[in-house]
């Protein structure tokens, strides 16, 4: 079975400054990381490849410096890397860019075929998760989001079961190979990489395609050009107030909080007792 | 079995990463293992980078290393309560190539200078620890990480793994390092824009200022703060003896807060931000603590050898020295296809021959001498100010008279023989 995982490298989002003039991402302010969505999406292919043989490649569209998040993919078991990368993909916004990784996808499906995509939810430096179901429409597979739990994969019937995530509980579909997932964090835990993993991801060099490897571009729907999207208005979001922390020994603790619980909830109180 | 290398080396620091990188450049297969998330990360310096060393390994680097300002002014203060006696070069000519050295902030220099050993054709590996070093038969044949299937072989291990180097104590190189051959070091990055640092440092945007300070910076213990531009913040730091400390009851970030409020530190801190906290040891043993350092298939550089001046602090540039020394030693080790302990002991010998060796040697006795003997923090600074105060107080009386009562100010307390028996000792520990 041969699994594509797409990925991102992204500003990490937990520590990175916001320009309070412009409200944009001061970018240089944080370390680019593997978008961490993206890591359990490797994880889960590389745990599928575990039980039904076969290859994981990674694909990325990004600037050079985004090999060190192909590398990184490296490190938890991807067998290859692609990395699109050319000054023509540069300001694409989520239509743009699934129609670039799309384009890669139908060149890799030329030499290798593709039996499964994967992708992150979202990526933690825009959270829109379009990318990936843009690329599965694309490419006419079913996309299938939020997904928390691949089984019965058939690889002789082409078919799959996953499970979503959905707003109370899960819900079970099956599907068809290939199909299109993008993963939550809750899929997997991102296992410790062994060393001979580290070894090989330091010495790897992934492919760089630019937009001239690919076959039957069209320029207009690249880059800034086939970005629709309008940017109306940026700003903060607004600072959560923080929790409050209550200390002491668990019995100070337990009446803290039904205190609390007394007066918000009105519990025990004549207020309370007609609801 | 794991992958095999010519040379693994453990520790992404001034030592280690000098030392891959002479070996990668020499063609050797070098594997460099970090446990940091990057090289520099947990790294701690006061920040002086000395160009000499540095230029040895990567010429003319001041074009494209992350460095923070080359220094133009080097301040000693010798301070008391509520005064201090100050000496200072200023020169200009450090602020144009080839330049005498530099402020840097670790996180970043450290992750350059290994990215260049990465172009030689090193591989560096992060977040690994190495747990120890793989024994056969009395040989460090390679070493055990923490991760699953973590061993990894080669020919040589160089253990470039900082102050406390538990690889090392665990070859039974040597032992724990005792409370007085380590200082204890803290230190904070307060931002400040650039224009406040030109202005109150009286330098411009590409020129840095360093201040060392003695006396009641350590309130009398043995050890220094010190005071060193960057480009838009400072690195304020104190460190003494872990002997000292423990002697005194003293807590470090208490002794830096008691720095930082100093009323001849305090204008310069104005409206910092503090940034970063970091601690970290300093060996200050000097020469006689230094361990073995070569055995069979193994070599130790850097602060895992204790090789430190505490009296120039001078850390990073002896450690990049050794790395580089330990390479070429391992390159001819190649050559002749021996890396038993014999052919290893190369590098000692070029060490002991190098400014390393001999500045050990000549300061071999300072810091023992100092700790033995307080008085020389602890009694002649404030007299070295109340000297000063007395002499440059316009009070009426002749210069002639103040003379004298300065020298016997000097000698009032001690008598005339401690004194100069304490100016003699410290002639001879300096010398
Ligand atoms: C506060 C302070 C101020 C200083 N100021 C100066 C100064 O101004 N100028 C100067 O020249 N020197 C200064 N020094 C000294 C200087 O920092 C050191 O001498 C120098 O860093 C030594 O380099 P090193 O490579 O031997 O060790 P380190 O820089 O400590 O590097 C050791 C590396 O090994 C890694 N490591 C350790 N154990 C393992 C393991 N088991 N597995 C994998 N990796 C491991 C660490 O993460 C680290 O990256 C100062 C030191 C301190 C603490």
Redesign the pocket.
Known sequence: MHILVCIKQVPDTKIIKVNPKTNTLDRSSAPAILNPYDAHAVEEAVRLRKIYGGKVTVLSMGPPQARNAIRKCVEIGADEGILISDRRFAGADTLATSYALFKAVEKIQKTDGVDLILCGKHAIDGDTGQTGPGVARRLGIPPLTCVIRVEDVDVENRTLKVHRKVEEGYEVIASTLPSLLTVEKEINEVSWAPLPNMIRAARYEPSVWNVDDLDDVDIKQLGLKGSPTIVGKMWPPEKSKGAKMISGDPADQTVAVMKIFMKEQELFTKAGRKN | MGDRFDVIV????????SCAYTAAKSGLNVLL????EY????????????RKQMEEIIPEFWKEAPLERPVVEQRFWFMDRESMVTSSYKGLEWGREPYNNFTVL?AKF?QWFASKAVEQGALLINE????ECIVEDGRVVGVR?DRPDGDVYADVVVL????????GKSLGFHKEWKPDEV?L???EVMNLPKKTINERFNVEDNQGV?IEIFGDSTQGLLGTA?L?TNKDSLNI?V?TTLSGMIKKKLKPYHLLEYVKTHPMVKPYLEGGETAEY?A????EGGYKSVPRLVGDGVVI?????Q??NAIH???????MS??KMAAEAIVRAKEIGDFTERTLDHYRKELYRSFVGKDLKKYKDVTHTFEDHPQYMADYIPMLNKAANKFFTVDGSPKKQKQSDIIKGFTKDKGKITVARDLIRAWKVMK
Do not use: C, Q, W
């Open positions: 453990v520790g992404a620091g001034p030592a280690g990463t293992i970090e446990r940091g090289p520099g990360s947990k790294n701690v310096m006061g920040g002086i980078l000395y670790r450290d690994t620890v190495v747990t990480t470039a793994d900082g102050v406390n180097s538990l690889l200082a070091t803290v230190m360093s010190f060193y730091g460190g970091l970290h040891l300093i060996p550089v850097g602060d895992a050898a090789f430190v602090r001078e850390g990073s540039n002896m450690a050794s790395g």
